[in-house]
């Protein structure tokens, strides 16, 4: 639950922002009689999210095991290129988003072309949709506890709501340049659990080599698949399972925050360790770039102000 609190409380911000400078921009504009087609366009983004969900969830009973896990492996890997992306996208555009919605908001009111706004509320909002919903999935089917993953979920998306709607009354202050950066951090390690348990699917669906195939080496002295070692490079990296159970609070917690499992493969622990080391190091990189003097998400416009 605290994993999927927190990505849908730093999801759910980006697009309560997003829509809070729409909405704040329109009415210093005085141009309330188009917000019923900026809800629009938002109301629909959610209708895809949802739909997308809905498919991903109900679509894969009719399927083989085999074609279930190399489905979802496969959307878990996208999920990890969109989170990827929108991590490195977040620290490059952040500080100049408040003026290019509002850039894209002048240039529909003056072609006339009013359903323009639709668009803009649609994919403004339809980018976080489609993300969250992906990572969601992907780590509902890595946990297994589908209720309490999408609880936490929930509870993260009305909760960025409530203090989206507050930052642009003015009624708090956060500052969402270390907000999103630390979020951005704990994004990096969620992918890259993730893509481990997307690599775990695919192993497990034979699209990848791996403790489930016929290339996974053989302990002489057991019969099973070789740990450690021994089981290098298609067998198990370790199994830890006698110290923490599979199906314990404490594995759950550990899956969750840094995709940690009690036993993972070869290919999990290099493609986890890979991911974050790169990833890593430029979103550090990042962060330690000088900010230009532009406009912030921080500086999200207040109603009140502007009217």
Known sequence: MLATFL???????EAALVVGILVAYLTR??????????????????????????IFTF??????????????????????????????WMQRSARTMKRSLEGGIDRALAT????????????????????TTLL?????QDFGDAPTALLGAVLGILAAVVLGWL??????????????????????????GVLAYAIHDLQEAGALPGPFGPMAPIDPATGAVAVGWAGFPFGWAFDLSAVIPPGSALAAL??????????????????????VAVVGIFWAR?????????????????????S
Do not use: C, K, N
């Not at 894969?60 to 929108?86: D, H, K, N, P, R």
């Not at 969601?136 to 509902?140: S, Y």
């Open 7 to 13: 990505i849908g409380l730093r999801e759910g911000l």
């Open 29 to 54: 504009l005085d141009r309330r009689d188009v917000l019923p087609r900026l809800w629009v366009g938002v109301g629909l983004a959610i209708a895809l999210a949802l739909a997308i969900g809905a």
């Open 59 to 88: 679509g894969a009973y009719a399927l083989t095991f085999e074609a279930q896990e190399l489905i979802g492996g496969l959307l878990s890997l996208l999920a990890v290129a969109m989170v990827t992306w929108m991590i490195f």
């Open 112 to 131: 006339g072309g009013l359903w323009g706004i639709v668009v803009i509320g649609f994919v403004s909002v339809a980018r976080e949709g489609v993300e």
């Open 136 to 140: 969601l999935w992907a780590m509902v």
């Open 167 to 192: 930052l642009a009354r003015g009624m708090v202050r956060l500052d969402l340049r270390v907000f999103f950066t630390w979020t951005g951090a704990f994004l990096v390690v969620v992918a890259a």
């Open 254 to 275: 550990l899956q969750a925050t840094i995709g940690f499992m009690p036993v993972m493969s070869w290919l999990q622990v290099i493609s986890w360790a890979v991911y």
């Open 286 to 306: 990042g962060i330690r770039r000088p900010s230009p003097t532009a406009s912030s998400p921080a500086s999200v416009p207040s109603q009140q102000g502007a």
